[in-house]
């Protein structure tokens, strides 16, 4: 099945460490996002990439670094300078970078829940 | 960015129509108007996109007014399964040519039986 696949579901992490999110897509996207949302919250953008060995800055960068040495694959470092790293992640593609009114479709994985203890 | 307004909740009883709405009234003429809906604990799904004209397709109907500041989102027979937080979306356009979408926090649909 073509999709969006991240892991680990759960994942827990110690003060001062860092931790990697994986984000593995098979839809031949050139586009991959990351986005953060906390409980009753909407989604807020970390990075995104249009293609490989490429990525921007989000909203909120700050304390998080990406990779993308293939096309199929966009990890998220969460580093110890997250100073608040709790909360939900998720990992988006679409087909490619595109002009504006483009109109191209953006779909998301199932999520990876992080959490500090 | 052009900025979305949707009411915070909406109650439905299934097998109804579900209508809901979305104020956009910034939206600029070339920006699309995405609607994606969220399970709790889950990734967004997609569920329909327009510019001008209305559209329809297996999930849902979306109108769009003719002065593009506003539209609704049709569920045309709601089940319980539709209990959602619905995000209504308006593209967004970085200085450097890549796009990616700004969420809200949605409208928090729930079906009634």
């Known amino acids: 099945d073509g999709g969006i696949t991240q892991s680990p579901k759960y994942l827990f992490r110690k003060e001062g460490q860092n931790v990697t999110l994986s984000c593995e897509q098979n839809l031949n996207h050139d586009a991959m996002y990351w986005y953060r949302q906390d409980p009753g919250q909407g989604l807020r953008l970390i990075y995104y990439?249009?293609?490989?060995?490429?990525?921007q800055k989000g909203d909120i960068a700050e304390g998080y670094s990406v990779s993308r040495e293939k096309k199929e694959s966009f990890p998220l470092t969460v580093t110890s300078a997250q100073k608040n790293p709790t909360a939900f992640y998720l990992c988006?593609?679409?087909?490619?970078?595109?002009?504006?009114?483009?109109?191209?479709?953006?779909?998301f994985g199932e999520g990876s829940w992080l959490t500090v203890v | 960015d052009a900025k979305t307004t949707q009411p915070t909740s909406m109650d439905c009883a299934e097998g109804r129509a579900a209508n809901l709405p979305c104020n956009h009234s910034t939206i600029s003429g070339n920006e699309y108007v995405y609607w994606y809906r969220q399970i709790h604990s889950q990734g967004p799904q997609y569920i329909i996109h327009?510019?001008?004209n209305n559209e329809t397709n297996e999930m849902a109907s979306l109108i769009i007014t003719e002065d593009r500041k506003s539209s609704t989102l049709i569920l045309p027979h709601a089940t319980l399964r539709d209990t959602a937080v619905y995000y209504c979306?308006?593209?967004?356009?970085?200085?450097?040519?890549?796009?990616?979408?700004?969420f809200g926090k949605g409208t928090h649909l729930i079906i009634q039986p």
């Open positions: 979306i308006v593209r967004f356009y970085s200085g450097g040519g890549a796009d990616g979408l700004t």
């Open positions: 988006a593609s679409s087909i490619g970078a595109h002009r504006r009114g483009s109109g191209n479709t953006i779909y």
């Open positions: 327009g510019l001008k």
């Open positions: 990439s249009q293609i490989v060995n490429d990525f």
